[in-house]
């Protein structure tokens, strides 16, 4: 937004807003109190690292992040065995709370394939370590899913003004972190960020420990929706804040396994079409996640298909895959979150460079699959 907006207020600075600006934890590369570790989800056979079997793909994803949900999808509608070459599989799923853990791993060369939201895919895209490209989006939102602050139920609390000299839980180094400085920012208030996980952000503002948090989905519906504990403040639409969730690979991936490459973006874009076009059944497979199974369905479908009250004209989730088709979300990924990451926080040490977006394989899968498929794989999923 430009200086003009009239949410500014007085146009203070806040000075906890700077400090923690500054102290962003390499934007998701190292994360306070949040670093968590991934987990090799027990129904395959975890422990392998990537290049264990060439042919036998690591995929990290996170149950615990809707805008990678296509990641569940793909799994638990066998979307990779109809499309990878006959040669190749996935050799294990991997959960991560963390995008930071997915990133860090491709980095070693542990991961093949990664569900990141766009702080870490930035992070990881811009490493000079290992070769890493994003091939796609998982998922886009205007501010819906990850730039989201809450409040206990009942709060006294009724604006984002109401905050000035208020303590914010945030997990430093996401979507939501960036989100919040910037709300931050344009609203003139001093705040105090705190530190915290995500589960211990819903567990306080359960309990009423903090007056607000911030956090990202389906956390907050949980507790906004399934317990009644908290409700939805403001979002990422207040300041034209869009998140998002990246799809990443490996390089080496890419080009020494073309076919396989390309047959996981097919899936991928099937995925998004069962998403924008069949709820029901989206539900039904999402719902096969274990990690998800203290999530009511209801709970699943508000966070993907009901606006929220706050912002009820703004729509939960747009099924995307294309970024480049996409003013908004090309704008995000290419300039804003690289530019935030390197000239403001110097976390990065130099913007992505153009080959690490690397969109071709995903033209030849909507290429090949007008061709193959009954379905239009479209660049922007209609609603």
Known sequence: MDGSDTRRGTGRSSEKGRISRRNLLQASGALGASALAGCTDSEYFGGAAAGFDEKAFI?????????????????????????????????????????????????????????????PTITAIANEETLIDMMAIAGFSNGQQCNLCIVPADSSIKEAGDLDGGEIGVTTGTCTHRFLLQA????????????QGMQTIVTNIREGNIPAGAGWEPSIARSAIQENAAEYLFTGADYEANDAAGLLMLDSMVENHPEAAKGWLKA???????????????????????????????????????????????????????????????????????????????????????????????????????DEADWEPLREAER
């Not at 931050?184 to 530190?195: A, K, N, R, W, Y």
């Not at 719902?287 to 929220?308: F, H, M, P, S």
């Open 268 to 370: 991928e874009l099937e995925a998004k079409h069962i998403m924008a076009t069949d709820s029901e059944r989206t539900l039904d497979l999402i719902q096969q996640e274990g990690q998800l199974r203290d999530y009511e369905r209801e709970t699943l479908r508000a966070v993907l298909y009901k606006n929220i009250d706050v912002n009820p004209e703004v729509e939960r989730m747009l099924f995307y895959t294309d970024y480049e088709a996409v003013d908004a979300a090309e704008r995000l990924m290419k300039e804003e979150a690289p530019e935030f990451l390197y000239e403001d926080q110097g976390v990065i040490s130099h913007i992505p460079p153009e080959e690490r977006y690397r969109t071709e394989p995903l033209q030849a899968a909507i290429d090949e699959l007008e």
């Open 184 to 195: 931050i920012q344009e609203e003139g208030i001093d705040v105090d960020l705190s530190d």
């Open 59 to 119: 995929v990290g994803y996170q149950p615990f992040y809707t805008e990678s949900w296509s990641s569940l999808v793909i799994r638990h509608a066998g979307l990779d065995e109809k499309y990878l070459p006959d040669e190749y599989s996935v050799g294990a799923w991997e959960v991560a709370l963390q995008g930071a853990v997915i990133g860090n791993k491709m980095i070693s060369e542990q991961t093949d394939i990664g569900y990141t939201g766009d702080m």
